[in-house]
């Protein structure tokens, strides 16, 4: 379930959203200031911040760049001001997008959409799955659930490239020149090495190796 904070001081309009979130499926927080809003957005972790530009406290230009400095939510400027300044105002401070009050909600609910489709969209950019493995690619960490497989510079590069590669068999020699470099004196056996060391943190007891190995040619993560 997505969570969504309203920072709005109009509170029958805050009210009004809440439930037609709540109707759709989120979960809501609100705030009635500046100061409280800011607040919300940098202790709770939410996936998107609905923030009114005129705000008592702390207005909502201030409150976005303060966010912007330490968090990426999705930000949806709400506000009575249409001006094209005010617009470039609130985008310009961090904001994703921009709704003028009155709205209807299915343009809000759309809106909403779209920006979740972009975060995942660029997210799935960098997450490589295999079986009940995920990789994240930025991040450089490798997960079963919520577990971490913890992973040397050199295992991690190793199962990237296979994982990148799925039913692909890989020498040993295209994977020493790609791992470990075109220059390298090290010998393919140490290929093998690394190997095993991957098959000993991410292979599950009493099932198959994920990592097959393929005679007389090499690797291949096969699904």
Known sequence: ???ILIIEDEVDLSKFIRLELEYEGYDVIVAY???EGLEKALS???DLILLDLMLPGLNGIEVCRRIRSSKDTPIIMITARDSVLDRIS???SGADDYISKPFQIEELL???RAIF????NRHSHHKLTFKDLEMDTEARTVKRGNEIIELTKKEFDLLLLLMKNVNRVLT????????WGYDTSIETNIVDVY?????AKIDLEDHDSYIQTVRGSGYVLRK
């Open 1 to 3: 379930m997505k969570k």
């Open 44 to 46: 709770e972790e939410v």
């Open 117 to 120: 489709r972009r975060v995942e």
């Open 110 to 112: 759309a809106r909403m």
């Open 90 to 92: 609130g985008l310009d």
């Open 33 to 35: 200031d500046g100061r």
């Open 172 to 179: 040993r020699e295209v994977l020493l020149e790609k791992v």
């Open 195 to 199: 190997i095993s060391y991957l098959r």
